[in-house]
RNA sequence: GCGCCCAUCGUCUAGCGGUCCAGGACGCCGCCCUUUCACGGCGGAAACGCGGGUUCGAUCCCCGCUGGGCGCGCCA
């Protein structure tokens, strides 16, 4: 890194010094990452694999992870999305230890942009967005790489004082040296792009405000940022920016491109994006930690299963056990692991979303652990919780068996054997079995077709609210 | 159109020249728990896109084709 770059916009206290080293070979300090979203949406499926995989680097490794709203356009821009996308980032378990925003940092960006300017990086260019994109449809049209001519470079003192004499305001871009940029992606291994095959980026808007490209860069380097995790829609930007890195700082961080997500159907995943926004997922019922795992696992060489805890996750979760093509994410597998997951949390996991759903008391525990392993949402517990004390309206199926059953109930108390015992009497005095035998009973008890294990619920329920519902009452 | 990346069971993948008549996970099917639905346990069926090379020998290396993802913005 330069050593007169200025230091005073650097994270200060936030971060552990060391932090700001970028990374050399293998890792010596903690990393730290971000997760820079553009506030002009909720975020999906696949921003979340983003986050999530960037959160999960940093959490293994006691790493900082930065979220970093990404807000240069001041037009789509919103707070209220800003917001959302924390909540949602929340919901998964994730809670940036530095939260940023680029509006607030346009001094930086002054500052590197003046820097590359007397480097001779940056240079003023008049065409109009029109003709830009006329131009770039011609050469399209051509067969040619739609590429910018720099014709902003070969334009005379004279043409440049009569262009800004008529008004015109320039933009300013970034002069690209035509060289094969490398770099030992984290993911994808040694990679490399021509920059001869790209344009000069453009940097700053006629009107003074900046485009993503600058203030990513500025931002990674201020806020000594170790390790860039993103989509591989980013693997073009990443030769731009490593030059202006090495133009900036000397130096770039280790980049690692995931594979991107695609829709049950192969097709890309931004299309949908509203079907499988987080918001929409957390609405269905579905587990969080579902969501995390299978963002995470799909797309790697680690098998898709049910975790406890995002601390587990993130032992199964390295960049470079990701493949390197787009992977299917079906809704279907998120729902079963959302319910294998499920199966297996302990009562002290979710406690608290009981207690929310009136699921709460001395047999709370009990209840979650009879009915847990029956769940596909979280939230029909409560109709367990209605099933065993509150009131249920039996389904008569049969009324002389059901009568039958109640004049040969086993007296009280109930515990898990009483099922067994008094199925095992009824079966003798009536020589039915299987189904015929059951179902009545299941459907008059629980007033349901399917449902956890009876024996279990049985002694839960009680002895007097059972007989009463086998006699039609609905209580 | 040009560039980058990818190509193994339905899906996500392991495989890095002989160890593969290809391994795991989910899903599917069957059996068991149970004399019900579900949960759980056990077992089974199921794949190397096509065509050329290289090699004693290709899933694995090279080329082409086909298919797919991404990129080529004064979006991020």
């Known amino acids: 890194m330069d050593r007169d770059y200025p230091n005073h916009l650097a994270l200060s206290h936030h971060i552990a010094a060391p932090a700001r080293r970028f990374y050399e070979g293998e890792m010596a300090s903690p990393p730290v990452v971000r997760f820079a979203p553009s506030p002009t949406g909720r975020i999906h499926i696949g921003n979340a694999r983003t986050a999530l995989l960037n959160w999960l680097f940093a959490r293994r490794r006691n790493g900082t992870f930065i979220l970093r709203f990404d807000d240069t356009d001041p037009e789509r821009s919103k707070a209220e999305y800003a917001d959302a996308i924390e909540a949602d980032l929340k919901w ?36 109009t967005a029109d003709e830009l994109d006329r131009r770039r449809k011609r050469q399209q049209a051509l067969g040619r790489p739609p590429i910018y001519d720099r014709a902003a470079l070969r334009l005379s003192e004279a043409e440049r004082a009569a262009l800004e004499a008529s008004g015109r305001k320039p933009h300013w871009r970034f002069l690209l040296e035509p060289s094969i940029v490398r770099w030992d992606d984290a993911v994808r291994g040694e990679s490399h792009i021509d920059c001869a095959s790209l344009s000069d980026p453009v940097l700053r808007r006629e009107d003074g405000t900046y485009l993503y490209t600058l203030p990513s860069v500025v931002d990674d380097i201020d806020f000594g940022i170790t390790h860039v995790i993103r989509g591989e829609d980013h693997v073009t930007n990443t030769a731009v920016q490593i030059q202006i890195f090495e133009a900036l700082a000397g130096a770039a961080p280790r980049f690692g491109h995931h ?31 579902a969501v995390a795992a299978l963002a995470v696992l799909v797309g790697s060489a680690e098998a898709v299963r049910p975790v406890d805890s995002l601390d587990e996750l993130a032992g199964l979760v390295d960049p470079s056990h990701l493949s390197h093509g787009a992977a299917r994410f079906d809704e279907a597998e998120l729902e079963a692991l959302s319910a294998r997951t499920l199966h297996r949390l302990p009562y002290a ?24 392993g029956n769940l596909s949402r979280l939230d029909d517990a409560a109709i367990w919780r209605e099933v065993v004390e509150g009131e249920v309206a039996p389904i008569v199926e049969d009324a002389d068996f059901l009568k039958l059953a109640v004049s040969c109930a086993p007296e009280g108390p109930w515990d898990q054997s009483t099922w067994g015992a008094w199925t095992t009497r009824l079966k003798e005095l009536t020589g039915r079995k299987g189904r015929a035998l059951f179902h009545p ?22 002895r007097a609210r059972a007989l009463a519902r086998l006699s039609g009452q609905s209580v």
């Open 441 to 462: 009973l299941r459907l008059a008890l629980t007033g349901r077709e399917a449902g956890p294990e009876l024996a279990v619920l049985l002694p839960l329920m009680g």
């Open 349 to 372: 996991a979710v406690a608290d979303r009981l207690a929310a759903l009136g699921v709460a008391g001395p047999k709370a525990e009990a209840l979650w652990l009879a009915v847990r």
């Open 92 to 127: 998964l378990g994730i809670t940036p230890d530095l939260v940023r925003r680029q509006s607030e940092r346009m001094a930086a960006y002054d500052e590197a942009a003046a820097r590359l300017r007397a480097l001779g990086r940056l240079y003023a260019a008049y065409e």
């Open 259 to 289: 594979n991107l997500l695609t829709d049950a159907g192969g097709g890309g995943l931004s299309k949908r994006a509203g079907a499988l926004s987080i918001a929409s997922l957390r609405a269905k019922g579905i587990e969080s930690l």
